[in-house]
């Protein structure tokens, strides 16, 4: 069993940044593939980045590509989005996800909102 616990959304302007975080339990932390979603109000979940488990290999969504990065701290157990040039339509709560490549299982984090507007 994994938890995972998100931090960071705020509301922030056009053209800002924010940085989430999420922190996972467990020891084998290094062993999941992790990636941050998001789901806008009205409008299906939908994949922002992901990153390999060693961290070396990440994948983004066209809309962030550019202007988000994904990286993990295996030592801290930490996975974080860094949001750059932060756009109105970057609104959504974004979830923390850790998948387990070996069983295809897949946990969430509760979210955190992301507000952009002036």
């Known amino acids: 069993q994994v938890q995972l616990v998100e931090s960071g959304g705020d509301l922030v302007q056009p053209g800002g940044s924010l940085r989430l975080s999420c922190l996972a339990s467990?020891?084998?932390?290094?062993?999941?593939?992790m990636g941050w979603y998001r789901q806008a109000p009205g409008k299906q979940r939908e994949l922002v980045a992901t990153?390999?488990?060693?961290?070396?290999?990440?994948n983004y969504a066209d809309s962030v590509k550019g202007r988000f990065i994904i990286s993990r701290d295996n030592s801290k157990n930490t996975v974080y989005l860094q949001m750059n040039s932060l756009k109105p339509e970057d609104t959504a709560v974004y979830y923390c996800n850790a998948h387990n490549i070996a069983n295809e299982v897949h946990y969430w984090g509760q979210g955190t909102q992301v507000t952009v507007s002036s």
């Open positions: 467990g020891s084998i932390f290094p062993l999941y593939r």
């Open positions: 990153i390999s488990p060693g961290g070396r290999s990440t």
